[in-house]
């Protein structure tokens, strides 16, 4: 009986080895900062004994990284522009999916920027607004379009100080050092900045729409944990979890 | 090999910030290298591990404290505001600010290395020919010590040049005030510029290979001495 116990416990052992032995590190876009972490989680809790390593930061940086031969498996890029070209240069694995739509809002964590419109940047005592650097990255391109598409940004540019992605723009206002920042609203969404100041939603007919993809990198061809995870994205819960923090998902936009 | 204007103004911008932080350091650096170089106290060791602190932590904590204390609410925003300043982050005296605590070190400890080689000796001397303690600094350690500003003065220079992570954290990306040239390279590449990155690229290195090179080749040679 012992020996069956035993010989069962090596058994199991083994295959717990064989089935559980991945490890996928995934490149993401900074606005997804919050929203992967819960998705994340839940996988892991989903496929014990898998491992799941997020990089957060710009896109743009991503999509040079991966030319460049980085150890990233799946890659979420805010503007579904990078994936394509990484696609078109025969750097991914799998088709490029849009998995979400991002939003922008008007974000201060010391004025209430629910009673704030566009317009009221142009208030005097409004010294600095951080946007994201329109030169490279998305969320950056779109808060321009819109001030632009609002015929602001002449009076607005003086104004600007510009972070190195969404995230890093969110710090300059929660920090106080910009009173109000344009970023995304998947960042505005979560709790640590939502206790502080609000948001007003930026009309997404102000600015093109901020679609995001992501890809199955080259490397991760054969990867089984790869697909599990990208598949992932597309359940139930993971998609609770996007719209939980403002993302539009890509079969609902008709609706919005 | 064509630059573009803000290319240009990048580099311009990153000459002045490097300048003036080295001519402030020369001022600042000095006593403290002075007194860390000649004192007793028991003091020497915290100080002088201070001053050594930014060579230790990575730049993203030095420009992330910065940011906060120079912020509304931190300890220098508060000054600043009291003085009648405006708040120092976004701005190019904020990266002045930065920057001479980021470079501190490698004026002071080159400074400090002069200062102690020169040794009690020379200033018994001439205290006994009346000099009084500032006349025999400027007229007998700083002659003396003249090879460690030359050191001291082109590292601070270079290292103020080669600064990227604080001045991400505090700098906003302003062009003309706080877009340096590492900001720039560093913009290029995001953008997927690679051929405007590489050639301001290649403006860096070639430019601190010389800086170094002068370095090294003006050293005076202790086998000579």
């Given at each position: 009986m012992k020996l069956i116990q035993s010989l069962l416990a090596i058994c199991s052992l083994l295959l717990a080895l064989s089935v559980h032995a991945g490890k996928i590190t995934v490149a993401a876009a900074a606005d997804l900062k919050f929203a992967m972490d819960e998705i994340v989680t839940a996988f892991k809790e989903a496929n014990p004994g898998e491992e799941v390593d997020v990089v957060y930061g710009s896109s743009g940086k991503f999509h040079t990284q991966i030319q460049q031969?980085?150890?990233?498996?799946l890659y979420f890029s805010a503007d579904i522009g990078f994936p394509h070209e990484l696609a078109k240069q025969g750097f991914a694995a799998s088709e490029v999916r849009p998995y979400a739509f991002g939003r922008i809002v008007l974000w201060s964590a010391s004025l209430?920027?629910?009673?704030?419109?566009?317009?009221?940047?142009?208030?005097?005592?409004?010294?600095r607004i951080a946007i994201a650097n329109p030169k490279h990255a998305p969320y950056g391109q779109r808060a321009e379009e819109a001030l632009r598409a609002s015929g602001l940004w002449d009076q607005v540019e003086p104004k600007l100080v510009y972070g190195e992605n969404i995230a890093h723009t969110a710090q300059f206002v929660q920090t106080g050092n910009a009173r109000v920042g344009i970023i995304a609203l998947s960042l505005a969404l979560n709790p640590e900045l939502a206790n502080k100041g609000g948001y007003w939603l930026i009309p997404d007919?102000?600015?093109q729409p901020l679609e995001q993809g992501y890809i199955i990198t080259r490397r991760a061809e054969n990867s089984a944990l790869a697909r599990r995870f990208a598949d992932y994205m597309a359940s139930q819960s993971a998609r609770t979890v996007m719209t939980k923090y403002g993302f539009v998902l890509p079969d609902e936009t008709a609706g919005k | 090999m064509v630059l573009t204007d803000s290319d240009l103004q990048a580099i311009w911008l990153t000459v002045k910030l490097a300048s003036i932080v080295t001519a402030i350091l020369l001022v600042v650096g000095t006593p403290i290298a002075w007194w860390l170089a000649r004192t007793r106290s028991r003091w020497k060791g915290p100080v002088g591990a201070v001053v050594a602190l930014p060579l230790v932590l990575p730049p993203s904590v030095l420009g992330f404290y910065l940011l906060l204390a120079m912020g509304p609410d931190g300890p220098v925003g508060h000054l600043t505001r009291a003085l009648g300043v405006?708040?120092?982050?976004?701005?190019f005296w904020g990266l002045v600010l930065a920057s001479v605590f980021y470079s501190m070190p490698f004026m002071v400890q080159p400074l400090q290395n002069a200062f102690e080689a020169i040794g009690d000796r020379p200033l018994e001397v001439a205290a006994t020919l009346r000099a009084s303690p500032l006349d025999a600094f400027f007229t007998v350690a700083l002659p003396l010590a003249r090879p460690g500003y030359l050191t001291a003065s082109i590292l601070t220079f270079a290292h103020t040049v080669g600064e990227f992570g604080v001045v991400l954290m505090i700098g906003?990306?302003?062009?003309?005030?706080?877009?340096?040239a590492s900001v720039q390279i560093y913009d290029h590449v995001e953008a997927l510029e690679y051929a405007q990155a590489h050639r301001l690229a290649a403006v860096m290195l070639i430019f601190s290979f010389l800086v170094l090179l002068a370095v090294y080749a003006w050293r005076p040679n202790p086998k000579k001495g």
């Amino acid at each position: 009986m012992k020996l069956i116990q035993s010989l069962l416990a090596i058994c199991s052992l083994l295959l717990a080895l064989s089935v559980h032995a991945g490890k996928i590190t995934v490149a993401a876009a900074a606005d997804l900062k919050f929203a992967m972490d819960e998705i994340v989680t839940a996988f892991k809790e989903a496929n014990p004994g898998e491992e799941v390593d997020v990089v957060y930061g710009s896109s743009g940086k991503f999509h040079t990284q991966i030319q460049q031969g980085a150890p990233y498996d799946l890659y979420f890029s805010a503007d579904i522009g990078f994936p394509h070209e990484l696609a078109k240069q025969g750097f991914a694995a799998s088709e490029v999916r849009p998995y979400a739509f991002g939003r922008i809002v008007l974000w201060s964590a010391s004025l209430d920027a629910t009673r704030m419109t566009l317009a009221s940047l142009t208030d005097p005592k409004i010294t600095r607004i951080a946007i994201a650097n329109p030169k490279h990255a998305p969320y950056g391109q779109r808060a321009e379009e819109a001030l632009r598409a609002s015929g602001l940004w002449d009076q607005v540019e003086p104004k600007l100080v510009y972070g190195e992605n969404i995230a890093h723009t969110a710090q300059f206002v929660q920090t106080g050092n910009a009173r109000v920042g344009i970023i995304a609203l998947s960042l505005a969404l979560n709790p640590e900045l939502a206790n502080k100041g609000g948001y007003w939603l930026i009309p997404d007919t102000l600015h093109q729409p901020l679609e995001q993809g992501y890809i199955i990198t080259r490397r991760a061809e054969n990867s089984a944990l790869a697909r599990r995870f990208a598949d992932y994205m597309a359940s139930q819960s993971a998609r609770t979890v996007m719209t939980k923090y403002g993302f539009v998902l890509p079969d609902e936009t008709a609706g919005k | 090999m064509v630059l573009t204007d803000s290319d240009l103004q990048a580099i311009w911008l990153t000459v002045k910030l490097a300048s003036i932080v080295t001519a402030i350091l020369l001022v600042v650096g000095t006593p403290i290298a002075w007194w860390l170089a000649r004192t007793r106290s028991r003091w020497k060791g915290p100080v002088g591990a201070v001053v050594a602190l930014p060579l230790v932590l990575p730049p993203s904590v030095l420009g992330f404290y910065l940011l906060l204390a120079m912020g509304p609410d931190g300890p220098v925003g508060h000054l600043t505001r009291a003085l009648g300043v405006g708040p120092l982050p976004f701005t190019f005296w904020g990266l002045v600010l930065a920057s001479v605590f980021y470079s501190m070190p490698f004026m002071v400890q080159p400074l400090q290395n002069a200062f102690e080689a020169i040794g009690d000796r020379p200033l018994e001397v001439a205290a006994t020919l009346r000099a009084s303690p500032l006349d025999a600094f400027f007229t007998v350690a700083l002659p003396l010590a003249r090879p460690g500003y030359l050191t001291a003065s082109i590292l601070t220079f270079a290292h103020t040049v080669g600064e990227f992570g604080v001045v991400l954290m505090i700098g906003g990306n302003l062009p003309g005030i706080t877009r340096v040239a590492s900001v720039q390279i560093y913009d290029h590449v995001e953008a997927l510029e690679y051929a405007q990155a590489h050639r301001l690229a290649a403006v860096m290195l070639i430019f601190s290979f010389l800086v170094l090179l002068a370095v090294y080749a003006w050293r005076p040679n202790p086998k000579k001495g």
